[in-house]
Each structure stands twice: as C-alpha cells, then as structure tokens.
C-alpha cells in the first residue's frame, strides 16, 4: 500500500506537478511563492517520493479548520505531522526549516497522495489551518520554523533523543541557505558535531535569494560549504534540479557527523519568465493584469499546460 | 539564628535526576556556576554541554521535548531569555514542551552588573503564554524546586538560590500555594525570593512596634491563585506592601496591582524594587541598600503605607532574629 503511494508518480513528474500547482495557485491568487517552487520542486519532490520512510497519513485529506493553538486548555490539540505518517522508531521525521516554502511543501503533500487538492484552496484563509508561513498545525508541519534558522537545532535536538531511544529513523531538515546569516544555524552544526549527532540530514536549498533580494547584495555569507565542514558537518554539493545527484550524496556515509546536501538551485527553474522579476523573487505579486496575463500564458507554456483560467 | 545551606540545589538536582529517566542536564557553559559540575562528572551519560550558545539550546531543547525527554537548562536566569528569547518562545512556550529553565542568579544575586542581573525576567516570562514561573525563597524550596518544576504539564522558568542559602522553611514548595508566614490584619507584606528573608526581619521588628503584619511567600508567581490573595487583601485593614529583588514593573508588584483592579480592591498599594533602573554590579547586602530592597527599605515602606513612623532603626533589624525553621504555625497556610 505504501510502496504503491510512494512510487505512482516518478519523482520528476512529482516535482513538474509541484511547479504547476504553484503557478496555478499564484495565478488564481495574483501572487505567491513561485519561485521557492522553481528551486524547491526536485527537492522536496525526492524526499517525499523516496528518500523519507514515512508511513501513510493519519490526518483527514481534507485538512480541517485551525483549531486553537496548544494550550492548557486545548487538550486535543494536535500538530499537522500526521500528513507526513505517525511517529514510530524506525520512521523519519522532516521538518521545514523555512515555513515560507509552506505553499510548496503543500503542493508536494497533494503530488504523493499525502492531502487532497482541495487543501490548496484552504491555503492563507482566514479560520484555515493551511497557513501561509507554515504552522505547527498546518499540513506536513511538525514545529514552528517561521522564525528562520531554528530548524536545525530543533533537528538535533529530536535526533539526539531519538538515538538515547535506540530509534532508527533519521530526522530530516529541509533548509534555505539565507538561514546562514543566523547565527544559530552555526551553532546548530558546532553542537550536531560535538554530540555525533549523525541522524541528522539537511538538504538545503541554495538558491542565493532572500526577501531583500540576492543574498549577496544583502549579506554576502562566503564559502558554506566549507564554513560548514570546519564547523563539523559532513557536506555534499549537487544540483538541485538532478534527483540522480541527490540520490548519490544521501548515500555519502557521515559517521558521527550530521549531513548537509547543499543543492545549487536555479530561483527560476522550469517558468524562465520569473527572471525577468530578478533579483525580488521571494513573493512575486504581479505588477498590473498585464502582467498577469502574459505571466498566465508563458509560464503555462514553460510548464505544458493550459493557461489558468483566473477570475479577473 | 538561621541555619545556612551550602548548595542545596546541587544534591536536589541528582537525585530527581537520577530518579527520572527522562530528565537530562544541559548546561551552556556555567556549569560549576550552577553546581552541576559534580553531576557532569558522576553521571556523563545524561549531561549535555551545549556550549555558549544558548540559542541553539532553546531549540535543542524543544527537540528533545519533543522526543519525550525533559530536559532541565542550567544558566544564570539573565541568559535563559535575553538573548534567545525568539527560540524560547517558538521552540519551548509555544509549543508547551517540558523543558525546565532553571535560572541561576535572580536579580541582584550577582555582582557582574547589567549584563548579569535578570531584573525583569519574571515581567518577560509573566507575559509568555503557557509559561510557569516558580521562585526559591529559601534552601528547602532550592532542594524541592526540581520536582516541583518537573510537575509542569509544560515549560517552567525557576529563579534559584545557589551557594550558602538560608533554612526559613520546613515544607517543600507546593505548586500554587502561597507561604502564610504572619497572619496580622493591619497591613499585608507581599515577598518572594530573597526579599522575603529581608520581610521577615522587618515584620519582627514592626511586630515589636505593634503593627499587626500579614505576611505572604510566593513561590508560585504564575499561575496565580488571585481568589486567595484577594482574601488576605481583604483581611486587612490597611493597604499592600510588595518588596521585589526585580523591577517594579511586571513582577509581583504588579501582580498584585492587577489583582487589585480587576477585582476592584479600592487599598493603597505601595510597590518595593528596582524602580525603572538597571543596577550595576556589587555585593548582595549592597545593592539590596542601595536599590531599597533590604527590611529598612520595607520598613519606610510600611511608614509611607501607614502614615505613621514606628522609630524602627537599622540596629533593631539586624537584631531581629529570623527563627531557625521555624515550624510557622500555618506554614502551608490555607
């Protein structure tokens, strides 16, 4: 049953379908997260159709309304964890470091049978746990990762009690590489390789671009990779948009150090249109109906699909 | 005289730890300072250094709270929220995880100056959603503060004593349950912490003067049982005194200004602490002096509360003996 979920779709039309309900969705909507899709697609599209052991959902395929944040007096309180399986010993766990991929990481959720389409429409409206910058209780979301460069550490965290526990499963962290200009995503590598901490592995996107813009022209944050094998990581470059290389590095053994995969990625693979908004692509709002428009039908185009039909 | 405790906290720590599989210690980098160094060395396998880099411990935390564990983060207080302040609240208060902050040095406990004195950590921790706050007064609430802590269905921030801690009392704190140490009608003293050996010394010297003092310890400053004080306050005749080692603003005297209005209590209230200034660095009995939070300060408090002068002077209070334990005929009063 598992087996079958997991491998209906190659990962490749995983991630075309992930790039083409994004742009749907951003079309629909007048603006979004596309680019994060252009960069993200490969990725988040192998890890959910291969790389993660995960078990089948155990929330509805149809999310259900926010219903209150952990309290007291909020006993039924439940995170959005159960779209990527249950927790068990043997079973990974992901976290979404950036939360502004959320409208991405949804697009996956529906690609590999994990919630139904309909929770796309859900998404960033009011009562809705389907939120804009993930939440907790928003599909596929175990934590609170909106506050950038906190995932990882939370990662070591759960993996270092997990190995006390003698579980077997990874827990995996899907960053942005802007989380590097946080000071915490250091000592997060420092501490994963001080305590061996090596079920821990990270693929992070490397895509050069933050809110302001490219990184460099933001803060310039150097050579990563080797910042992060002095600090303790074991590190492995490849493309973003080659699910044969990411198959290749995870298999890179890292005893008794955490692995990152840094994945060079292009902000505007696979809808070339998007370059034209560069270097502002973190939340691409269109201009005029114009712009819109041509947006609608060359990206379409890019994707080999038909043009949205939008409500004006 | 009283009796002195050298580090209570240290041995109090070991066993609750030991007895609780899932407690671990993690310490960022001050761990003889916090008296857990004996534990590093006898019991490896459940200490965690995490280094100066109290940020990732936040998050390393909630991690570890989410795999079941509960971990207790030693540090003077000041660091527990200052600098990660953003990680305690999405990696530890927000999500409710069991993680117990237990924060050395509270206030002017320590001569290292601002950088060291967490003036206004109960105000910030008071303000975080899901949060307790629990504070030691005393040696016996030092040695009963980890399991107390431990009790929290979710993240607890402790402020407590280290070194040579005095002996006032003979029951382990009690979640929730204010101390009754005097049980007088002209006037309530509200304490916590240190200031309440200091409030015991000057409700001696008052009760010579004849002045009938009510006097309560607060271990629990959040969650508040409001009900109950709000009875002490109307057992009274007089108004409210609170003496505070923490801003005025946001700590227990404004807890009780709060308690105050909303149920509104139309008594004076008179509020003892830092008063919207940082301290600078020097000894304990100094700055309690200096920033008006020793039983003199409480004294003239207690003149300004009742507009009357009781001739009370630095000499009776240091003859005024705080009782060795000090069986308080309603120690765990109500």
Avoid at chain 1, 57 to 63: A, D, N, R, S
Avoid at chain 2, 149 to 164: F, M, Q
């Amino acid at each position: 049953m598992e087996q079958t979920r997991r491998n209906e779709k190659t990962t490749e039309e995983v991630a075309l379908g992930i790039r083409r309900r994004v742009f749907e969705h951003s079309i629909r909507n007048n603006g979004g997260y596309m680019s994060q899709a252009c960069s993200a697609a490969e990725q988040l599209a192998w890890l959910y159709n291969e790389e993660l052991n995960l078990g089948a959902p155990t929330l509805p395929m149809i999310p259900k309304p926010f219903e209150g944040v952990p309290h007291k007096d909020n006993p039924d309180y439940h995170t959005g964890a159960g779209y990527n399986g249950p927790v068990a010993p043997d079973l990974d766990r992901l976290f979404i470091a950036p939360a502004h991929y959320a409208l991405v990481a949804y697009a996956t959720l529906i690609e590999t049978g994990r919630m139904a389409p309909e929770g796309l429409e859900m998404f960033n409206k009011d009562g809705s746990s389907v939120e804009m910058i993930g939440a907790e209780h928003s599909p596929g979301m175990e934590v609170h990762n909106g506050t950038l460069g906190i995932g990882l550490s939370t990662a070591a965290g759960l993996a270092y009690g997990r190995k006390l526990r003698g579980d077997t499963g990874n827990v995996w962290v899907y960053m942005s590489d802007g989380e590097v200009q946080e000071g915490q995503t250091w000592e997060a590598i420092a501490a994963c390789a001080h305590h061996k901490i090596d079920n821990v592995k990270a693929i992070m996107d490397v895509n050069r671009q933050q809110c302001d813009g490219a990184m460099d022209s933001v803060m310039e944050v150097g050579d990563i990779g080797r910042k992060m094998e002095e600090f303790g990581a074991k590190v492995v470059w490849v493309n973003a948009h080659s699910i044969d290389e990411m198959r290749e590095a995870v298999k890179t053994p890292h005893p008794g150090q955490p692995l990152i995969i840094l994945a060079n990625s292009s902000p505007f693979e696979g809808m070339p249109t998007l370059e034209e908004r560069f270097p502002r692509l973190h939340y691409v709002r269109f201009k005029s109906e114009d712009e819109r428009a041509r947006f609608n039908i060359e990206i379409a185009e890019s994707l080999g699909i038909d043009p949205i039909d939008y409500a004006h | 005289m009283v009796e002195m405790v050298s580090r209570p906290y240290e041995a109090a720590f070991e066993k609750h730890a030991m007895a609780h599989d899932e407690v671990l210690c993690l310490s960022a980098d001050l761990t003889s300072s916090c008296e857990i160094d004996k534990f590093r060395d006898n019991h490896p396998e459940k200490f965690l250094s995490l280094g100066m880099a109290e940020q990732n411990m936040m998050s390393f935390a909630g991690g570890l709270g989410l795999a079941g564990y509960r971990p207790f983060l030693h540090s003077f207080g000041v660091f527990l929220y200052r600098r990660p302040y953003d990680q305690l609240m999405a990696s530890i208060a927000y999500p409710r995880r069991k993680v117990r902050l237990m924060g050395f040095l509270p206030g002017i406990t320590t001569p290292g100056g601002m950088t060291h004195q967490a003036i206004e950590d109960v105000s910030v921790m008071r303000s975080i959603p899901n949060m307790t706050i629990l504070e030691t007064g005393d040696a016996t609430e030092v040695e009963s503060i980890c399991e107390a802590a431990d009790s929290i269905d979710g993240p607890v921030y402790c402020r407590v004593l280290r070194g040579s801690v005095p002996r006032l009392f003979d029951t382990p704190i009690k979640v929730g349950e204010m101390r009754e140490l005097e049980t007088g009608n002209d006037i309530l003293i509200v304490s916590s912490g240190i200031t309440t050996e200091e409030a015991m010394r000057a409700s001696a010297a008052l009760k010579g003067a004849g002045v009938s003092v009510r006097h309560l310890h607060l271990n629990t400053i959040k969650p508040f049982d409001h009900k109950t004080m709000l009875d002490h306050i109307a057992s009274v005749k007089g108004g409210v005194i609170t003496l505070e080692n923490h801003v005025v603003d946001g700590g227990i005297g404004s807890l009780m200004a709060e308690t105050m209005a909303d149920a509104g209590v139309g008594k004076r209230l008179v509020r003892l602490g830092l008063k919207d200034t940082y301290a600078h660095g020097g000894s304990r009995a100094y700055l309690m002096r200096y920033y008006g939070l020793d039983a003199l300060a409480l004294v003239h408090g207690i003149e300004d509360l009742m507009g009357q002068k009781f001739g009370i002077t630095e000499d009776d209070l240091s003859a005024a003996r705080v009782e060795a334990v000090h069986s308080l005929v309603k120690a765990e009063g109500l």
